[in-house]
């Protein structure tokens, strides 16, 4: 179980950026409750100074507005924040997402510094907003989590992962991604999307794009390591 401070502290940012230099969730290999109860306890998006929780904030931010969150997890504590309930959570309202990112903009929250009566106010707000979300979870979505593999170490990793976000589909949206070491010096991209199941297929994606010119100019081949429905 992952257990963290208040995150709306520095050294609580800092020991959620830490967490997830290696990983793309908070536990396991696809979004769950997990997530969104350290999403909910966060006051406002964690600032670029912290990559990897800004990473790991943005794309929570984005399955929620597109196709909700329902996976169980395997249990998450974070200082002063509550419980996110066990309902499944589903996409929040558009005019809640309005009402966070308003109150995101004050300019005299310190993030740094004591959680001032503000930060409590906007987290509790946000918390209260997701557990309050009960619109029915939109159907026929999945999150794909795919292995990439280089041609040997030579290969520009970079480079390789702009090409890959390059294929851009109706009803394909790529989020978190990392670098994980195969050996020999040789590092495999893997990478999160999520997808509408009658508008993209990841075998046929593979097959015609991914593994294609002039993409296979880096990619040598490329695995599904995790399926999941959303």
């Given at each position: 179980m992952a257990a963290f401070p208040n995150l709306n502290t520095e050294a609580g940012l800092k020991k959620l950026d830490e967490h997830l230099l290696t990983r793309s969730y908070i536990t396991g290999y696809q979004a769950s409750k997990d997530d969104i109860t350290v999403f909910a306890a966060l006051a406002k998006p964690p600032t670029s100074q912290f990559v990897n929780a800004s990473r790991w904030y943005n794309h929570i931010d984005a399955l929620l507005r597109i196709s909700g969150v329902s996976a169980e997890g395997s249990g998450v504590i974070v200082e002063g924040s509550a419980p996110v309930a066990e309902e499944t959570i589903a996409t929040p309202p558009a005019a809640d997402s309005k009402d966070a990112a308003d109150e995101e903009d004050d300019d005299d929250v310190d993030l740094f510094g004591e959680e001032t009566e503000e930060e409590k106010k906007?987290?509790?707000e946000r918390a209260a907003s997701v557990?309050?979300?009960t619109k029915k979870k939109e159907s026929g979505k999945?999150?794909?989590l795919i292995d990439i593999k280089p041609w040997d170490d030579e290969t520009d990793m970079k480079k390789l992962e702009e090409a890959v976000r390059?294929?851009?589909m109706e009803g394909l949206f790529w989020g978190a991604s990392k670098l994980v070491p195969v050996?020999?010096?040789i590092k495999k991209?893997?990478?999160m999307c999520?997808?509408?199941?009658d508008l993209v297929s990841v075998d046929t994606?593979?097959?015609e794009t991914l593994t294609v010119e002039p993409i296979n100019e880096f990619v040598q081949s490329c695995d599904i390591v995790a399926f999941n429905k959303i």
């Amino acid at each position: 179980m992952a257990a963290f401070p208040n995150l709306n502290t520095e050294a609580g940012l800092k020991k959620l950026d830490e967490h997830l230099l290696t990983r793309s969730y908070i536990t396991g290999y696809q979004a769950s409750k997990d997530d969104i109860t350290v999403f909910a306890a966060l006051a406002k998006p964690p600032t670029s100074q912290f990559v990897n929780a800004s990473r790991w904030y943005n794309h929570i931010d984005a399955l929620l507005r597109i196709s909700g969150v329902s996976a169980e997890g395997s249990g998450v504590i974070v200082e002063g924040s509550a419980p996110v309930a066990e309902e499944t959570i589903a996409t929040p309202p558009a005019a809640d997402s309005k009402d966070a990112a308003d109150e995101e903009d004050d300019d005299d929250v310190d993030l740094f510094g004591e959680e001032t009566e503000e930060e409590k106010k906007a987290a509790e707000e946000r918390a209260a907003s997701v557990k309050a979300s009960t619109k029915k979870k939109e159907s026929g979505k999945s999150s794909v989590l795919i292995d990439i593999k280089p041609w040997d170490d030579e290969t520009d990793m970079k480079k390789l992962e702009e090409a890959v976000r390059s294929v851009q589909m109706e009803g394909l949206f790529w989020g978190a991604s990392k670098l994980v070491p195969v050996g020999y010096g040789i590092k495999k991209l893997q990478i999160m999307c999520t997808i509408v199941d009658d508008l993209v297929s990841v075998d046929t994606m593979i097959e015609e794009t991914l593994t294609v010119e002039p993409i296979n100019e880096f990619v040598q081949s490329c695995d599904i390591v995790a399926f999941n429905k959303i």
